[in-house]
């Protein structure tokens, strides 16, 4: 099994910061990628920015130019540098790895979610 511990949400002012981090432990095996998505209330989840074992980034329209996603690969951690947030920016963040077990069976695992909440 695989663990994704995710921190860094909370409460911010539009055009604040924070950075939210997730850490895979357990049966990883080789990530393939690993991401970021969001759920807003009444709305479906989305990818928000995405980075591939290659080290290349995928980004929504909407946060281009002010969300950056990181990996730390000696830690098997994520980072989202998330920069002048807005209102819209609110929402459940979920840390998201693609992997391959060692067996060769790939795999799809999410982290609990954390909050985000822009709002003065």
């Known amino acids: 099994q695989v663990q994704l511990v995710e921190s860094g949400g909370g409460l911010v002012q539009p055009g604040g910061s924070l950075r939210l981090s997730c850490a895979a432990s357990g049966s990883i095996g080789s990530i393939s990628a690993m991401g970021w998505y969001r759920q807003a209330p009444g709305k479906e989840r989305e990818l928000v920015a995405r980075?591939?074992?290659?080290?290349?980034?995928t980004y929504v329209d909407s946060v281009k130019g002010r969300f950056t996603i990181s990996r730390d690969n000696v830690k098997n951690t994520v980072y989202l540098q998330m920069n002048t947030l807005k209102r819209e920016d609110t929402a459940v963040y979920y840390c998201n790895l693609k992997g391959i077990r060692y067996t060769g069976a790939s795999y799809d695992s999410w982290g609990q979610g954390t909050q985000v909440t822009v709002s003065s």
């Open positions: 980075i591939i074992s290659g080290g290349s980034t």
